[in-house]
């Protein structure tokens, strides 16, 4: 049961379970009451991590889009400072689109949906989370290690 914080569905649940022989737990084709699972990848920070997120097969593109969002928007570091916007990405770095197509006509679990920031000219960036500071990653920088980033070190302590 969704809890009642949720917007409500749009769309009939799946209730589908799909198990056993070759499909691996949380793997591709992977099913359970109609769920399947991708990994959300934070793409975004310093250290990219990555958390399990499910989604009913029968939600919307545009819902499972909200859904993300949400998700990675209760995490610690948000709202994004001014001028940047969170995109979703899978597929070798497709931006996911938030048609009504189902999710299952796209997916069929065990993907991975890079979450990342970008600014109004198309540069990625990335964040330290925690300390609520943006730092500008150029997409031809060779190595993040080469930045001062000041790692574990609050803002203002020297």
């Known amino acids: 049961m969704r809890p009642t914080w949720y917007p409500p569905m749009k769309h009939t649940a799946s209730t589908r379970d799909r198990r056993g022989g070759k499909i691996k737990w949380h793997g591709k084709g992977f099913r359970e009451d109609g769920e399947l699972y991708i990994q959300l990848k934070r793409s975004y920070c310093i250290g990219p991590f990555s958390r399990t997120h499910s989604v009913n097969e029968n939600c919307t593109m545009?819902?499972?889009?909200?859904?993300l969002e949400w998700d990675v928007k209760s995490e610690e570091g948000f709202p994004l400072p001014e001028g940047l916007s969170l995109t979703f990405e899978a597929f070798r770095g497709k931006p996911l689109n938030d048609s009504q197509d189902q999710?299952?006509?796209?997916?069929d679990g065990g993907e991975t949906v890079h979450a990342k920031v970008f600014d109004?000219?198309?540069?990625?960036?990335v964040l330290n989370v925690g300390y609520h500071h943006p730092i500008y990653i150029a997409a031809t920088l060779p190595k993040l290690a080469e930045l001062d980033l000041n790692m574990g070190q609050?803002?203002?302590w020297t």
């Not at 999710?103 to 997916?107: A, T």
């Open 62 to 67: 545009a819902e499972f889009w909200e859904e």
């Open 103 to 107: 999710v299952k006509v796209h997916f």
């Open 154 to 156: 609050a803002p203002g």
């Open 120 to 125: 109004e000219d198309g540069s990625q960036w």
